[in-house]
């Protein structure tokens, strides 16, 4: 009697369907750190634009041109993008949120969040730069 090797079919289907579940939990976990990853992003974005508003202050003594700065700086960076007037993140979902105090002398930006929605990330001209539930009103983060 001559014995046979190999798979049978059977066999070979039950491993191709357990590398498919394998391979669906992967993308699944690399899909929700991209968010992740975009969500740091537009945190580091929003930390050029006070670092950027700080250095302005230092020259002129305010923070005048911050809010028409926070559109070029922004659209310059891989987080963001220009769209018409406007910069949106890429969820392209909303505007970015930025307010100067009428004195010039304080500032606030704000991003909605990718990964986390419903959030959105706050700086400010007093050094806050927090997480918030609600998109910024005023000059300050709440």
Known sequence: MLKKSGFTLIELL???AIIGILASLILASVASARFK???VGIQASLFEVRNAAEMSYSVDGNY???CDDVNHILSNS???KKVGDAVRNYNGS???TCYESSDKQAYAVSSPLIYRAGKHWCVDSVGISKEESNPITESVCP
């Open 37 to 39: 990853a975009r969500d």
């Open 14 to 16: 039950i491993v191709v």
């Open 94 to 96: 909303q505007d970015i």
């Open 78 to 80: 891989g987080e963001f």
């Open 64 to 66: 005048e041109a911050v």
